[in-house]
């Protein structure tokens, strides 16, 4: 005789929900009116990570840029440096390698949008939030130019570059810019063509568990409420920022919301932290009535990608 199980048919009913999700496409079956950020999706922190110096404290990514993508992450943490006229891909002070090796090419920017081009061609539904930030913290209107002038000018067709939140339709098929960093005051750079404003971004650098508030400028100003706590080892962290604030999440009120699962404390690196960090993530109850905003994490796995687009159907 045939018993089954309570626990089986969770499983059964688990994983046909998880078939009815394609990840890389997850975005075709939402409505085309929809405010882009007032969707729940996955960011990935210091996303050119794979293959990077110093591994063990600054590596937070297994998986290179289109394999994230494909994984169903929809909002890119991209940090820069810059040399002459190019952008080369950083964590802090650490360079990014396009291979394993530490003597193959450093990572240029072209190589990042190499797979977001791909990656959009093939899929045209989806979108990509790109957040751009010069790491070192200087030079910030000098990498923007660079940004600007070397990479986006002459395929600005495949992107968004209002200071707006886009509807999705607007959006479809190109990387929506998010400016982390200064620009220079110039009349070629206005509204139209320099992303969404995250200049007055502050970093959360001191061991204090409240989220902060950031709005951008211009005339279609909006505020941001964000939580990237990344002093925290990862038990204080998860105990003290990231579950409380979970615990406050609720409908879409027009407030957006950036929340980090990634944390830097401690000497056990990013990889061992996340250990801790993303099983408590998993095993907590998100309500799909409720709004999570761009949940940016190091280590991603289908499970936990699949846990936030859910909560979007």
């Known amino acids: 005789m045939l018993f089954i199980t309570k626990n089986v048919i969770l499983n059964l009913v688990i994983k046909m929900n998880s078939e009815k999700i394609n990840l890389r496409?997850?975005?075709?079956?939402?409505?085309?009116?929809?405010?882009?950020?007032?969707?729940?999706?996955?960011?990935t922190h210091d996303c050119v990570t794979q293959y990077v110096q110093l591994s063990h404290l600054a590596r937070c990514q297994d998986?290179?840029?289109?394999e994230q993508l494909c994984l169903g992450v929809r909002g890119l943490d991209i940090r820069v440096k810059s040399k002459g006229d190019r952008l080369k891909m950083v964590?802090?002070?650490?360079?990014?390698f396009v291979k394993p090796s530490h003597f193959s090419a450093w990572m240029d920017m072209e190589d990042v949008l190499k797979h977001c081009y791909h990656f959009l061609d093939e899929n045209p539904s989806e979108t990509i939030v790109f957040q751009f930030k010069n790491d070192?913290?200087?030079?910030?209107?000098?990498?923007?130019?660079?940004?600007?002038?070397?990479?986006?000018?002459s395929d600005q067709d495949r992107w968004y570059l209002e200071n707006r939140v886009p509807a999705?339709?607007?959006?479809r098929g190109k990387i929506v810019l998010i400016r982390r960093c200064k620009m220079a005051d110039r009349e070629e750079y206005n509204d139209r063509n320099s992303g969404i404003d995250f200049?007055?971004?502050?970093?959360?650098?001191?061991?204090?568990?409240?989220?902060?508030?950031?709005?951008?400028?211009?005339?279609?100003?909006?505020a941001f409420i964000v939580q990237d706590r990344y002093k925290y080892k990862p038990v204080p962290?998860?105990?003290?920022?990231?579950?409380?604030?979970?615990?406050?999440?609720?409908?879409?009120?027009?407030?957006y919301i950036?929340?980090?699962?990634?944390?830097?404390?401690?000497?056990?690196?990013?990889?061992?932290n996340s250990k801790y960090i993303n099983p408590h993530f998993i095993d907590y109850p998100l309500d799909s009535k409720n709004y999570y905003g761009m949940i940016y994490v190091d280590f991603p796995t289908a499970e936990l990608t699949e846990k936030i687009i859910k909560t979007n159907f």
Not at 63 to 66: A, F, H, K, L
Not at 168 to 171: G, R, V
Request: hydrophobic share 30%.
């Open 237 to 255: 962290r998860w105990n003290d920022c990231i579950k409380p604030f979970l615990d406050t999440m609720k409908p879409f009120n027009g407030t």
């Open 258 to 272: 950036i929340n980090y699962l990634s944390t830097a404390g401690g000497l056990k690196g990013p990889y061992n």
């Open 168 to 171: 999705l339709c607007e959006c």
């Open 136 to 153: 070192s913290g200087k030079e910030m209107e000098k990498c923007f130019d660079i940004l600007y002038n070397t990479y986006i000018k």
């Open 25 to 43: 496409k997850w975005m075709e079956n939402i409505d085309d009116n929809r405010d882009l950020l007032s969707l729940n999706l996955v960011g």
């Open 199 to 222: 200049s007055k971004w502050v970093e959360q650098d001191t061991a204090v568990p409240e989220p902060l508030t950031l709005k951008t400028s211009g005339e279609n100003e909006v």
């Open 63 to 66: 998986r290179n840029i289109y």
């Open 91 to 96: 964590h802090a002070f650490t360079k990014a």
